[in-house]
């Protein structure tokens, strides 16, 4: 059964902290409608901007509104491996159903320091662990070789978050696991490659544009997993023109937010700093997509 995660965003005040009725009002509206599970403070959480006690006061709060009325899975990324380890294990202490952690993003890796990095924390984690694979935003590829290697390694690496433009790499990277390891799950990061990640053997899709318009996402998975194909490719017709907002501000972010905002979803759109909201040319942009795509 494909699934689809949303990759929920994290709603600030504007002096930076966190907005807990903000972030309450989207993990409810998710719940609402009967959203298969968020992935917390990934890159459209902004995991990046909070400190660790801010990760472990939203990941305490998340999993307390939730209260596993759908799969949370929590973003334990830190640059020092001793800290994913500490947070993912606090998450996993307050009932997350798994955890996720990108590799470090400052410099360029090379093969094994990819894997000693994982290899300091997988095994150290008392849970589930989804690898996290973002080429535009570490500057290098979590190969599918590095992965298997790993899983023959730690029984607790549960699958894969391949966030990356080369839907090769997703259709390799599930051959590659899926010869050893049929149950290991291979998750795409783009919302548009939900389908195609599918029915190249993977388990579906953790994007971000469930945030500001879930019920299409929640249909088009129901609609995928039952093989109603004409109304598939409808829908998918509908999120390959949602993409767009991905290309009107720098970060996405920025934009999902303000389409958020739009659509009454949320009331503060603030990010961590240094991110600005949305200016009047991009807001206009935005509400004419909206507009073109019914959401207004």
């Known amino acids: 059964m494909a699934k689809f995660y949303t990759a929920v965003v994290t709603i600030f005040n504007k002096d ?9 009002a989207v993990y409810e509206n998710l719940i609402r409608n009967h959203s298969d599970g968020i992935v917390l403070m990934g890159s459209t959480g902004e995991f990046f901007n909070l400190t660790l006690t801010q990760a472990k006061d939203l990941a305490a709060f998340a999993l307390k509104t939730v209260n596993h009325q759908m799969d949370v899975i929590v973003g334990a990324s830190r640059m020092i491996p001793s800290e994913s380890v500490e947070l993912g294990n606090f998450a996993l202490s307050q009932g997350a159903d798994a955890v996720i952690v990108i590799s470090p993003y400052y410099f360029k890796l090379s093969d094994a320091n990819i894997e000693n990095y994982y290899d300091q924390i997988v095994p150290n ?26 899983r023959r390694k730690y ?11 080369n839907f090769a790499h997703t259709r390799d990277l599930c051959l590659t696991m899926h010869r050893e390891f049929p149950d290991f799950e291979v998750y795409s ?33 129901k609609a995928l997993n039952e093989g109603r194909w004409h109304d598939v490719e409808i ?24 389409a958020m905002k739009i659509r009454g979803l949320i009331e503060n759109e603030y990010g961590s700093s240094p991110f600005v909201v949305a200016t009047d ?3 206009k942009k935005i509400r004419k997509l909206l507009k073109d795509l019914d959401l207004l």
């Not at 930076?16 to 309450?24: I, P």
């Not at 590829?141 to 790993?150: F, G, M, T, V, Y």
């Not at 195609?196 to 544009?209: E, F, Q, T, V």
């Not at 023109?241 to 934009?255: G, K, W």
């Open 16 to 24: 930076g902290s966190l907005d807990y009725n903000g972030n309450k």
């Open 125 to 150: 984690i008392h849970g589930p662990v989804y690898l996290y694979n973002f080429p535009g935003c570490t500057g290098y590829d979590l190969k599918p070789e590095i992965a298997l290697r790993l």
């Open 155 to 165: 029984a607790n690496l549960k699958g894969y978050k391949d966030t990356i433009d």
């Open 189 to 221: 990061g783009f919302d548009d490659c939900f389908v195609p990640n599918y029915l190249a053997g993977g388990s579906g899709c953790i994007g971000g544009l469930t945030n500001m318009y879930p019920e299409l996402f929640v249909a088009l998975t």
């Open 235 to 258: 829908m998918q017709h509908k999120v390959n023109r949602m993409m767009e907002l991905f290309e009107i501000c720098s970060p996405f972010l920025t934009a999902v937010k303000r």
């Open 281 to 283: 040319a991009e807001d």
